[in-house]
């Protein structure tokens, strides 16, 4: 089977780290990448979940900048986990 050169870029400390877990696990990096490639081929799909944190949903930025203008603006109320400052 022919084979080719794939570039990828990423963090250099993710570079390392994701180099440390491959030699743990008895692999080089390429062989890795291998693996997780022909998992994406085989089933159709990325082998894991991928997600978004729903933190940053525009939604909740929205709901976030409408309550910081409320606090403010002195209408906020303070969380029940948040102690009061009682100055």
């Known amino acids: 089977m022919a084979q080719t050169s ?3 870029r ?3 400390t993710v570079k ?3 180099d440390d877990v491959c030699s743990d696990l008895g692999l080089n990096m390429s062989s890795a990448f291998n ?3 022909k998992t994406v081929v085989r089933q159709k ?3 894991f979940e991928l997600s978004v944190d729903p933190f940053w949903s525009a939604e909740n930025q929205e709901y976030l900048r409408g309550a ?3 606090l403010e603006a002195g209408k ?3 969380h029940e986990l948040i102690e009061a400052d009682n100055g």
Do not use: H, L, S
């Open 10 to 12: 990423m963090d250099e």
């Open 45 to 47: 799909r990325i082998p």
């Open 76 to 78: 906020g109320t303070v």
């Open 35 to 37: 693996v997780f490639a």
């Open 68 to 70: 910081i203008a409320d």
């Open 6 to 8: 794939v570039n990828i």
């Open 16 to 18: 390392k780290q994701f």
